[in-house]
Nanobody
Framework: QVQFVESGGGLVQPGGSLKLSCTGP????????MGWYRQVPGSERDFLAS????????FIRESVRDRFNSSRDNAKNTVYLQMDSLKSEATAIYYC?????????WGQGTQVTVSS
């Protein structure tokens, strides 16, 4: 069973930064585009960003495009989400998955809380 493991979340003040990491199976990381998603309790899980398998092409959702960025290191089977100038509305659980997402691959996510 494929499962991704997210880490790097935590409590941060508004305007702060966090860098999330996600690791998973080598056969997935070397072959597929990856995505970042987030979910606020009581809401749907939303797409945030994607990064091509080779790492040279990224797409960031417009609402966070000027503050978030994604990268990957296939040698480490890891993708990253750099989040800067965080706002309170970024408080959510963050997940990674293939892009497009595979419903069988969701991990536990990592909680990000933006609060003073």
């Amino acid at each position: 069973q494929v499962q991704f493991v997210e880490s790097g979340g935590g409590l941060v003040q508004p305007g702060g930064s966090l860098k999330l990491s996600c690791t998973g199976p080598e056969n997935i990381f070397k072959r597929f585009d990856m995505g970042w998603y987030r979910q606020v309790p009581g809401s749907e899980r939303d797409f945030l960003a994607s990064i091509a398998w080779h790492g040279t092409t990224t797409f960031i959702r417009e609402s966070v495009r000027d503050r978030f960025n994604s990268s990957r290191d296939n040698a480490k089977n890891t993708v990253y989400l750099q989040m800067d100038s965080l706002k309170s509305e970024a408080t959510a659980i963050y997940y990674c998955n293939k892009y497009p997402a595979n419903t069988d691959y969701w991990g536990q996510g990592t909680q990000v809380t933006v609060s003073s």
